[in-house]
């Protein structure tokens, strides 16, 4: 498929979009990134006039775009299993460091399966797939740009050798690989636009 044949609509700090992107990586297709641009309201994106054309219903990225049909969701574009990856956005929410250290310990429990998860599925290889990125790793993997926040942010580390020593060699291996490197947003970048996601959060939930 040429690039002027595939299209992607989305935003660069999505994982959603992240998914996608990585998935047509690895599948070497040639395609066109049309990035929304960030913006002040609840989706946090100014929505383009194709954006709200090819997915009329919803209004969300991400869509890929393959000639004239739209696709809408990355749950239809790539396959993946969000209820094996715990909520990172309980930390950065918490309002009291009893609330921060029930959500902290709910991720490390999601991690610690994800661990056992990795063991069985990668039977002594570098990734849940085997010897290369496959789609369990991006559906798991785009989390690690917000992991990588949430630790730094509130000083923390939630993935080590001690706990999840393989999951914590499996996270720098799939986040050096080719197909991920150039998609992964900064982790610096991600906290400054985190800061303001957080802030606008905060002052829309009720006291």
């Known amino acids: 498929?040429?690039?002027?044949?595939?299209?992607?609509?989305?935003?660069?700090?999505?994982?959603?979009?992240?998914?996608?992107?990585?998935?047509?990586?690895?599948?070497?297709?040639?395609?066109?990134?049309?990035?929304?641009?960030i913006g002040s309201n609840k989706d946090f994106l100014h929505k383009s006039?194709?954006?709200?054309?090819?997915?009329?219903?919803?209004?969300?990225?991400?869509?890929?775009?393959?000639?004239?049909?739209?696709?809408?969701?990355?749950?239809?574009?790539?396959?993946?299993?969000?209820?094996?990856?715990?909520?990172?956005?309980?930390?950065?929410?918490?309002?009291?460091?009893?609330?921060?250290?029930?959500?902290?310990?709910?991720?490390?429990?999601?991690l610690v399966?994800?661990?056992?998860?990795f063991v069985k599925c990668s039977k002594g290889k570098n990734f849940f797939s085997g010897d290369q990125v496959?789609?369990?790793d991006i559906t798991l993997g785009c989390f690690l740009g917000w992991l990588r926040v949430t630790e730094k942010m509130n000083n923390v580390k939630l993935l080590d050798e001690a706990k999840t020593p393989g999951l914590d060699k499996w996270a720098d291996r799939?986040?050096?690989?080719?197909?991920?490197k150039d998609v992964m947003p900064e982790t610096e970048k991600l906290i400054e636009f985190a800061k303001?996601?957080?802030?606008k959060l905060r002052a829309a939930s009720p006291n």
């Open 113 to 117: 399966l994800l661990e056992n998860a």
């Open 1 to 37: 498929m040429a690039a002027n044949d595939v299209k992607l609509l989305g935003g660069w700090p999505s994982l959603f979009v992240m998914r996608v992107r990585m998935a047509l990586e690895i599948k070497a297709v040639d395609y066109e990134f049309l990035e929304e641009k």
């Open 196 to 199: 303001v996601v957080f802030a």
């Open 49 to 110: 006039e194709l954006l709200l054309k090819s997915n009329p219903v919803y209004k969300k990225i991400p869509v890929l775009i393959h000639g004239d049909k739209p696709i809408s969701e990355s749950l239809v574009i790539v396959q993946y299993i969000d209820e094996w990856v715990p909520s990172l956005s309980a930390i950065g929410m918490a309002e009291s460091e009893e609330a921060k250290k029930a959500a902290m310990e709910q991720v490390e429990g999601g």
């Open 174 to 180: 799939f986040c050096s690989d080719v197909a991920v």
């Open 134 to 136: 496959g789609y369990l």
